[in-house]
């Protein structure tokens, strides 16, 4: 399977300069194709591509670094390659320090922090925590395997929305 990763940004990027420091949205999805997440209008299950489109930075060269979750959202949230964060597998000890990762930087420059885990392997115990104020992987609580997409989207949504400075945001689905 593939991890598919997209970062989205808030649309005051695109608006004249001002103060104000976006929201950072990152959107990691499980096995999704370039092909999945076309910014195009054709077809009624890609109006949701569309409308984030519309509003976002989209990456379009970004190649993962490895077929498995851990070390491809490792490496997303970190900056550094493999070999370097030391993420080798699903089930690890997932990163440690002293390897930083985007959410501890960005929260030192004034950002709140927060993950939202739709399922394994992605959980705070895994190490993935790191930098994060909150790190919600609740499906585990509810004993079942997952959080549906768009329970996890809304979670996260409202939390963003609750937010008295710029969030960084990363949802994993």
């Known amino acids: 399977f593939y991890l598919s990763l997209a970062a989205f940004t808030g649309c005051t990027l695109w608006r004249e300069p001002s103060q104000e420091k976006p929201h950072v949205i990152v959107i990691a999805v499980e096995s999704l194709n370039f092909e999945s997440a076309s910014c195009s209008d054709k077809g009624e299950e890609q109006e949701v591509f569309t409308e984030i489109c519309k509003e976002s930075m989209r990456f379009t060269h970004f190649y993962t670094p490895s077929t498995l979750s851990q070390p491809a959202l490792a490496t997303l949230i970190t900056g550094l390659d493999i070999s370097e964060h030391k993420v ?59 959080t549906p997409v768009l329970d996890n989207l809304k979670k996260a949504l409202n939390w963003l929305q609750g937010q008295n400075r710029p969030g960084f945001l990363t949802i994993y689905v």
């Open 88 to 146: 080798l597998h699903n089930g690890g000890l997932g990163i440690q320090p002293p390897v930083m990762t985007l959410a501890e930087k960005v929260l030192q420059n004034g950002y709140h922090t927060a993950f939202f885990s739709g399922g394994p392997p992605i959980l705070a115990k895994s190490g993935f925590q790191q930098g994060y104020e909150i790190f919600e992987d609740d499906f585990l609580h509810e004993q079942t395997t997952y």
